[in-house]
Structures are given as C-alpha cells and as structure tokens.
C-alpha cells in the first residue's frame, strides 16, 4: 500500500485512476478544487480523503503536501483540454503554475514517484508518429501550456535526482467520459438507434482506453524510472478513422441508417493524422494496450448499459 495523492481525480481518467487506487488498497488523497463536480467520485469518497486545493496556492498546497508526506504523487489536474474552456490566463495558471507548485511541495517532501500528466497536443499537427525526442510544435495555448510543464517536470528532475515521469496521452475514452465528446456521443445516440451529426470522416485519432492508461500510470509509479525526467507516449500506436469509429457503432447497434458525413463543422486541430509512437514506453515498461477500438467501445456501450443512473446525471449537469 502506498501512501497516494491524486490531482484532477474528478475528471474522466482521475476518476477512473482513482477507482483503480482505492481498489488496489492505496491510502488515496484526492485534491480537488472548491467548484469541483463529484457526479464521477460519489461512489468512493468514503474511500478517500479529498482536500479543497487551488493549486495555484503555493503556500497552500505546499503545506497540505509536507502534511500528507506522499509516496506517490498522480497530477492530472489540467484547464484547457476542453473546447469550453478558453480562459488563457487560467490555462497557465494552472497547467504551469499548478504543476510547478505540486512538482516543488512534492520534490520537497521527498515523494518516490511523481506521474504528470502530458498531452499528445504539445507534438503539434505531424504527418507520421512522433517519438518522444522531436521537436514540439504546440498550435495552441493550451498544448504551449502542456510543453512548458512536462519540460519544467523534465529540468526539476535533472536537477534534484527526482523520480519525475510525464505520460503524453493520446485519445482516451470509456466510462466516465465528458457528454458532447465522440465517443460517448456515439454510445448515447447508437442506443437510440441513430446516429450523431458527423464531420469529415477522415478525420483521425489514437483512441486509448482508459484502463490501458490507468495501467501506464501505474506501471511508471511502480519501476525505477529509466531516465530522469522521463517522457512518454500512451496511445495504441494505431489510428482510428472517424469512419472506422463510426463503423463499428454501427455494427454494435445495427444501425442500418448510412452516415451524414459534413454534418459537423471541422474544428481546428481535426487532422487525418494523429497516432502515438510508444515504443518507448512499450520497450521499457512491458506494457501493451489490451483493448483495439472494437474491444473498448463494446466495454464502453456495457458501462453506459450497466450505469444509466450516472450517466443521466452527468448528462443533466452538462445541460442544466
């Protein structure tokens, strides 16, 4: 058992992370922030012990971390990753100065393992797979934000001999995900029996489920890092098609109704190539994706079958 904080443990892989921590018999602290929504965590907050944190308190969160004396640290606390959240200001505020005050209460305390979390967007739009080492090319301010914590991770834990990990996720989906994104859309409407409005179905990306990520997670927090600073991608390494997606949904549901492609607007990081190269991570971690894009939506269609309480309520909260 280890003695573990989370950050971002009400979102979609926090959460899903965090079930995973409490089932395996971590002593769990979760850091959440005052306007937090708990439609994902009610079912194990009694396993927890959560903190109201901004972690752009640095004195606040220093203090909550020397108190707590962590073994493990998980931060996936993030702003930005949605298209509803557009407050620049607040994208550096939290994904810079938020992971710089975690990494230095944690590093002070003297924390085993610290896991932040990166982002496939700090690549930039590429034509092929990148590895680890090339150049970013961040076209938003969000994916600059990303770049700059995952470095400032990289140079604190060159220079103090810390066990400091960034996992760059690509798409993750499954249960918990945010309503209005593609895969829960697809879920939600194919049991209806129908289909979303769609965009161009070449559009692509590295569908991950989200218990293969858990797995990366822990799986960095339990090996000695193979390099200070470590970076990493998680994704399948293979790419799914808007129409591949689609595809399958409609073999699921048997959905006979052809799809209206165009129907969606394009946004501005839709790109017919988007797929991760974690041959690093796969090499040295011994760690291989157990679900293709089939395997996953079909786990996801169960929890969504399994799970409409939650589901309507998530659903209720977005809209409302």
């Known amino acids: 058992m280890k003695r573990v904080i989370l950050t971002g443990g009400s979102g979609f892989v926090g959460a899903n992370l965090a079930r995973r921590l409490v089932r395996d018999g971590h002593e769990l ?74 990494v230095n209460a944690c590093v002070q305390s003297g924390c085993e393992s610290f896991i932040n979390t990166g982002s496939s967007s700090e690549y930039g739009l590429k034509d092929h797979a990148p590895s680890e080492d090339e150049d970013l090319e961040p076209n938003s301010a969000y994916a600059v934000t990303k770049a700059a914590a995952t470095r400032f991770c990289r140079d604190i834990s060159l220079a103090h001999a810390a066990k400091i990990q960034t996992l760059r996720l690509y798409s993750v989906y499954g249960p918990f995900e945010e309503p209005g994104r593609l ?16 965009a161009n179905p070449e559009t692509a990306r590295d569908f991950i489920f989200v218990d293969d990520v858990v797995d990366a997670y822990l799986l960095a927090a339990f090996a000695e890092p193979h390099e200070p600073g470590g970076i990493y991608n998680i994704g399948t390494g293979v790419q799914t098609s808007l129409r591949e997606a689609v595809d399958v949904a409609r073999r699921v549901f048997e959905i006979r109704a052809e799809p209206e492609w165009g129907t969606l607007p394009a946004r501005a990081w839709d790109t017919d190539v988007w797929v991760a190269d974690n041959t690093k991570f796969r090499n040295r971690f011994q760690w291989q994706p157990r679900f293709d894009f089939d395997r996953g939506f079909r786990a996801t269609v169960e929890w969504f079958r399994n799970n409409s309480r939650i589901w309507s309520a998530a659903t209720s909260r977005r809209f409302s």
Request: a negative charge; proline letters at 6%; zero cysteines.
């Open 183 to 198: 895969v829960p859309t697809l879920v939600s409407r194919g049991l209806e029996g129908k289909l979303p409005p769609l």
């Open 29 to 102: 602290h979760l850091f959440l922030r005052a306007e937090h929504s708990d439609w994902r965590l009610t079912e194990i907050l009694e396993d927890t012990q959560t903190h109201e944190v901004d972690l752009r308190d640095s004195a606040r969160t220093a203090a909550l971390v020397e108190s707590i004396r962590p073994e493990w640290v998980f931060h996936l606390a993030t702003y930005g990753a949605y298209p509803s959240q557009t407050d620049e200001r607040r994208m550096v505020q939290t994904n810079v100065f938020g992971t710089m005050n975690m």
